[in-house]
């Protein structure tokens, strides 16, 4: 596979704890990703954060906190991206999801 130029950055920010059907919400949302065939998805895991609530989620020691931020990213062609939307719909409760342009100098396979 080829990707080059314009694409969609699909950003995920949910919580570490979140679920879907039994199993972590960013896992559900990588292996779905891959299901349909997207470029690729990466997990990043936060040491600190916010969100709706504006709870601090933080992985001080003396804040354990077992509910740290999460954000998934995705690029791919915006048709592809488009079209994994509903899923993401169907399947974040709680969180927040973006998109931008961006483009892509380089991915390639072998």
């Given at each position: ?35 349909q ?59 927040l ?11 390639r396979?072998?």
């Amino acid at each position: 596979m080829k990707l080059e130029g314009e694409a969609k950055l699909v950003r995920i920010f949910i919580g570490e704890s979140d679920r879907w059907q039994g199993k972590p919400l960013y896992e559900a949302i990588v292996l779905e990703a891959k299901r349909q065939g997207l470029a690729g998805a990466t997990v990043f895991k936060g040491v600190m954060g916010f969100g709706a609530h504006s709870r601090i989620h933080s992985a001080k020691i003396l804040q354990l906190s077992e509910d740290l931020p999460v954000m998934i990213e995705i690029v791919d062609a915006e048709e592809k991206v488009r079209a994994f939307l509903p899923a993401l719909e169907a399947m974040v409760g709680e969180g927040l999801v973006t998109m931008e342009r961006v483009e892509v100098i380089r991915y390639r396979h072998r």
